[in-house]
């Protein structure tokens, strides 16, 4: 039977405006750094996807790295875009990035304006799609002149290839850079890709600030800790299945100290008081920030994005709670 997309998508799932720009996100995004490989079942991933656009969750981010093998995540999110999104693709905000070694040789990494532009119509045959809505340069390039790669974002957006522009692991004085680069090249910066979480705070303040008084979105990854700030290690345990026990993505078995487990299991009896999983008050903690547009999720399974969307019905904090969780950092 053909997908349909759930009736009631948009009865819960909260929308943020991006910076100052027309988009509004949700406040949860789906991210395909894992589990949409080829080497991981499409099925599995087809039904996270499935059930997160059900949920009213309309942004899916990609990379032109992401798999393994590279390049095989936009292969799977375009065949399941061809089954069943593609009704629904101006629903839909669709990103993609390039800044990682994809292919051999000196124009296959970085940011130089052959590569992206390249890299770009790589992404888009891969999916399938006519254009992506975001495009990101995906690390700086310490080589490439900045105007050269804010240059090619600003033609891919000219030439139709997208949308919006962004960046992402900018800090914050190459941030500025950029933003002010693409602004008087006509093409406004969107949207900057950090990542932020409870034990990852280099955004404070300065890229946070930043990016709020430019008018630039963020949409943070990694803000469950690659999985610490959910129940997974509780006790100190390694489950089999986890990303700590599998060396997927850069999380070591070695960053489940004691202390950090200690941590972890205060910070798990905190959200139980506030009637939460710890996942939940993680996401809610990084969605306290202004600046911050959208939370972006990974999941392995589907129950997964369904108790990270339950959790938005509770993003508030009292300062108490507040200072509660910065003397458990501490």
Known sequence: MPYQAASVRYESMPFRRCGRSGIRLPAISLGLWHNFGGVDSFENGRAIVRRAFDLGVTHFDLANNYGP???SAEEAFGKIYRLDLAPYRDELILSSKAGYSM???PYGDWGSRKYLVASCDQS???????YVDIFYHHRPDPDTPLEETMGALDYIVRSGRALYAGISNYPHDAAAEAIAILRRLGTPCLIEQPTYNMFNRWVEPHLLGTLEREGVGCIVFSPLAQGMLTSRYLGGNIPPDSRAAGQVGFLRPSAITPERVERIERLNEMAQERGQTLAQMAIAWVL?????????VGASKVGQIEE???GLSKL?????????IERILA
Do not use: I
Request: hydrophobic share 35%.
């Open 124 to 130: 888009l045959k891969r999916m399938g799609v006519d």
């Open 69 to 71: 093998p590279p390049g």
């Open 308 to 310: 990270n969307v339950a």
């Open 316 to 324: 508030s904090f009292t300062s108490d709670e507040l200072e509660q």
């Open 288 to 296: 306290r920030q202004p600046a911050v547009t959208s939370a972006l």
């Open 103 to 105: 292919w051999p040789g």
